[in-house]
């Protein structure tokens, strides 16, 4: 049921989850973080590589501030953090050279 939702509406959720960040209050991040996460999770089984790789990235600076944070949104940068490692090494490796 939540991925007929998420498949139905992904790019009206991607577009708002965007739109909505310069006016997300620093206490409303972990309850943006949990529905960025669903988000990514859902993205991370069914997208092609390169949808995927784009999802992740307009997010990656979002999920890695957010290990900065208290600890509930510390623990969900986390997870998404895990969730996206295979893109993160890709990311690195290409920055590095």
């Keep these: 049921?939540?991925?007929?939702?998420?498949?139905?509406?992904?790019?009206?959720?991607?577009?708002?989850?965007?739109?909505?960040?310069?006016?997300?209050?620093?206490?409303a991040k972990h309850h943006r973080l949990d529905c960025l996460y669903f988000l990514?999770?859902?993205?991370?089984?069914?997208?092609?590589e390169e949808r995927k790789?784009?999802?992740?990235?307009?997010?990656?600076t979002e999920i890695?501030?957010?290990?900065?944070?208290?600890?509930?949104t510390h623990i969900n940068g986390e997870e998404m953090l895990k969730k996206t490692r295979r893109y993160v090494r890709r990311k690195l490796d290409f920055t590095s050279q």
């Design 1 to 27: 049921e939540c991925d007929e939702f998420l498949s139905s509406k992904l790019n009206n959720l991607l577009h708002l989850m965007i739109e909505v960040l310069p006016s997300c209050h620093f206490s």
């Design 40 to 48: 990514i999770v859902y993205v991370s089984k069914d997208a092609s």
């Design 53 to 60: 790789h784009s999802i992740i990235g307009s997010f990656l």
């Design 64 to 72: 890695i501030l957010a290990l900065k944070e208290g600890q509930k």
